[in-house]
């Protein structure tokens, strides 16, 4: 694994190239990318796209198609290319039904899974513990089981979210949304957040991973820079929130993420998300994922009137 001092140049070009297409397209233009003495854009993005500890089997993963996406697309999992959505019904395969409160009981549980396969959500998200029971009450549904991972710190080793995901996936699991190490992030050790994020793609596979980076807790450079190590970790997805961290997800840090990560890996939205309003004006932005807990009130609500 590259140290921390070997990385991070690489992610501040990066990161700087992101910024400067971004000031470009606010100013209604588009200004070439030039490489910095540091490295160069395409070497950059070969780098970052071959962390060396991250997935042996994997030999290349090049940065157009992670195989974590790849296995998505082929399995329905992952909705990479957004349809086009004209009402509050058609949200529904967009959504992560969503239940991971301390408190939660195995009666609402129960309750969650059978609202997923009645509705026809992608998938049910919840605490590693009831995965089981969730993947149970959901065999023979298009709906995919989804356990969290580090949750909702992030500041677990990389060995222990490791073996968590492992586990969940033993008892079911067929997704995992991870959260990122936040202090590490914005400590700038980027060789441990890469490392963190390629040893659970590792423990996963070949099940997809989404990275949560808790945005509302990250400056915009951390915000492209979480981006671009999930991406350069074979994550199949970027993810804005927790739902614990004091923020949710906005249309403008959805935005910011697509542009990162571009067409090939995905961009989930959670946090916030009440409405078929809220979560059309995500999709708009560039998510094909939904994190909800009110994913009943947003199918059956009233019917938004632009279409995505």
Do not use: W
């Given at each position: 694994?590259?140290?921390a001092e070997d990385l991070a140049p690489v992610v501040e070009?990066?990161?700087?190239?992101?910024?400067?297409?971004?000031?470009?397209?606010?100013?209604?233009?588009?200004?070439?990318?030039?490489?910095?003495?540091?490295?160069?854009?395409?070497?950059?993005?070969?780098?970052?796209?071959?962390?060396?500890?991250?997935?042996?089997?994997?030999?290349?993963?090049?940065?157009?198609?992670?195989?974590?996406?790849?296995?998505?697309?082929?399995?329905?999992?992952?909705?990479?290319?957004?349809?086009?959505?004209?009402?509050?019904?058609?949200?529904?395969?967009?959504?992560?039904?969503?239940?991971?409160?301390?408190?939660?009981?195995?009666?609402?549980?129960?309750?969650?899974?059978?609202?997923?396969?009645?509705?026809?959500?992608?998938?049910?998200?919840?605490?590693?513990?009831?995965?089981?029971?969730?993947?149970?009450?959901?065999?023979?549904?298009?709906?995919?089981?989804?356990?969290?991972?580090?949750?909702?710190?992030?500041?677990?080793?990389?060995?222990?979210?490791?073996?968590?995901?492992?586990?969940?996936?033993?008892?079911?699991?067929?997704?995992?949304?991870?959260?990122?190490?936040?202090?590490?992030?914005?400590g700038k050790d980027y060789a441990l957040v890469l490392k963190?994020?390629?040893?659970?793609?590792?423990?996963?596979?070949?099940?997809?991973?989404?990275?949560?980076?808790?945005?509302?807790?990250?400056?915009?450079?951390?915000?492209?820079?979480?981006?671009?190590?999930?991406?350069?970790?074979?994550?199949?997805?970027?993810?804005?929130?927790?739902?614990?961290?004091?923020?949710?997800?906005?249309?403008?840090?959805?935005?910011?993420?697509?542009?990162?990560?571009?067409?090939?890996?995905?961009?989930?939205?959670?946090?916030?998300?009440?409405?078929?309003?809220?979560?059309?004006?995500?999709?708009?932005?560039?998510?094909?994922?939904?994190?909800?807990?009110?994913?009943?009130?947003?199918?059956?609500?009233?019917?938004?009137?632009?279409?995505?």
């Amino acid at each position: 694994m590259p140290q921390a001092e070997d990385l991070a140049p690489v992610v501040e070009e990066i990161a700087d190239r992101v910024r400067r297409r971004l000031q470009a397209a606010r100013a209604g233009r588009e200004e070439p990318c030039t490489p910095s003495a540091a490295a160069s854009p395409a070497s950059a993005e070969r780098e970052l796209a071959r962390p060396p500890d991250c997935t042996p089997s994997c030999d290349v993963c090049p940065i157009i198609d992670s195989c974590a996406t790849v296995l998505g697309v082929r399995t329905g999992a992952s909705r990479i290319a957004p349809d086009v959505v004209r009402t509050s019904a058609d949200i529904a395969p967009y959504i992560d039904h969503t239940l991971l409160k301390p408190e939660a009981t195995r009666e609402e549980i129960v309750k969650l899974a059978d609202e997923a396969r009645r509705y026809g959500f992608a998938t049910v998200c919840v605490n590693s513990t009831y995965v089981g029971t969730v993947a149970r009450i959901l065999a023979g549904s298009k709906t995919i089981p989804i356990a969290v991972v580090g949750f909702p710190s992030g500041a677990a080793l990389p060995s222990a979210k490791a073996f968590e995901a492992r586990e969940a996936i033993r008892c079911g699991a067929r997704e995992i949304d991870m959260v990122i190490n936040i202090g590490a992030l914005k400590g700038k050790d980027y060789a441990l957040v890469l490392k963190d994020i390629c040893s659970v793609v590792a423990a996963a596979k070949p099940y997809p991973v989404k990275v949560i980076l808790e945005t509302s807790k990250l400056s915009e450079q951390e915000k492209i820079v979480g981006s671009a190590l999930a991406k350069a970790a074979c994550a199949a997805f970027v993810k804005t929130s927790t739902g614990f961290g004091g923020g949710g997800a906005t249309a403008e840090d959805v935005a910011l993420m697509r542009s990162v990560v571009g067409e090939d890996v995905g961009v989930k939205a959670s946090g916030g998300i009440r409405t078929s309003e809220d979560a059309m004006r995500m999709i708009r932005a560039g998510a094909n994922r939904i994190g909800a807990s009110a994913s009943v009130a947003i199918v059956t609500g009233p019917t938004a009137t632009a279409s995505c």
